[in-house]
């Protein structure tokens, strides 16, 4: 095995690459977020000071319903003092939706409808009109989270103090600073201080940053980075502007069909990993090869 350089921080290397960030985000339908304010081991939630086993026992039931159970905090870890807030998300492109509660007891969280949530049914808690600006500062995980995204949850926090959390590994470290704006499931990468309140802004209008855009959770990484390039060549920021329409992957090529005012974009796209290895994450063991994906066309049909 190659010595690891501990100074070796993968944003960093990522951006020498040149790597696109475009359709990269982690294909996720329905998020479980846990108010807990660390500190966080590398696997957040097994590592949390919970009672013995609940943290496991939360993973399994989130990956037998195709949930993502995450950790949040507000930044500056402050200590929820009146039970604990849990958010239920569901990332339905043209419905997303979002529900919380505050649970008296950390066994309750057992008892939450996550067969519910992740068929995108209510798991019977309250609606919330609320969009989560969830920040990764998962520093356990990845040094680049903390490094890049604790910069980032200062200045939303001062922004828009409601509405901004620190979360636990959300995917792409070496996109850091993450953001994930919830419910709509939208992933933004390599986010500073200032652009993260551009952002923030952008969303409270209606509109997507398409220069920071990872992709769309609700989506295949492939589907991710057609839309972002449809946006672009169209000149369309506005969230609900461009629907999917249709998806077809065949090997490494996908074709997804789009509605854009009324009319119908095709866009195909090949994915590949590159021929060289490259160390990913901070923490990597081994080197891997880098996704890409290729634009190949956008018609109008």
């Known amino acids: 095995m190659t010595a690891r350089d501990p100074a070796f921080r993968c944003a960093v290397g990522s951006e020498l690459r040149g790597e696109s960030a475009s359709g990269t985000a982690s294909n996720v339908r329905a998020f479980l977020l846990v108010e807990h304010p660390g500190p966080w081991g590398v696997n957040a939630l097994r590592d949390a000071r919970l009672p013995d086993g609940l943290g496991d026992a ?3 039931a989130g990956a037998a319903a195709r949930v993502r159970p995450l950790l949040v905090r507000r930044p500056g870890r402050r200590v929820q003092d009146d039970g604990i807030r849990v958010f239920a998300a569901f990332t339905h492109p043209s419905r997303p939706w979002l529900e919380t509660t505050v649970l008296a007891d950390p066994h309750e969280l057992l008892d939450l409808d996550l067969t519910a949530l992740g068929e995108g049914r209510s798991p019977g808690l309250t609606p919330s009109d609320a969009s989560l600006l969830c920040v990764c500062t998962h520093g356990r995980h990845d040094a680049c989270c903390a490094e890049r995204g604790r910069p980032v949850a200062a200045a939303l926090a001062a922004a828009r103090p409601a509405d901004t959390w620190e979360i636990s590994h959300i995917g792409g470290d070496r996109f850091a600073g993450n953001m994930l704006v919830l419910p709509h499931g939208l992933y933004y990468g390599r986010v500073d201080a200032e652009s993260s309140v551009v952002i ?4 409270a209008a209606g509109e997507l940053d398409l ?5 769309r959770s609700a989506y295949a990484m492939p589907v991710q980075f057609a ?3 449809l946006r672009r060549q169209i000149g369309e920021t506005r969230h609900d502007a461009v629907r999917l329409v249709s998806r077809r992957k065949d090997d490494d090529v996908t074709d997804a ?8 974009w095709a866009v195909r796209v090949r994915t590949a990993r590159g ?3 490259q160390q990913l994450t901070c923490r990597a063991t081994r080197d891997n090869p880098v996704p890409a ?3 190949l066309a956008i018609d109008r049909v």
């Open 58 to 60: 939360v993973l399994r």
């Open 200 to 203: 923030a802004d952008r969303h």
């Open 211 to 215: 220069d920071h855009l990872r992709g």
């Open 227 to 229: 839309e972002i390039a």
């Open 257 to 264: 069909v789009f509605e854009a005012d009324g009319a119908r």
């Open 275 to 277: 021929a060289d290895l």
């Open 293 to 295: 994906h290729e634009l």
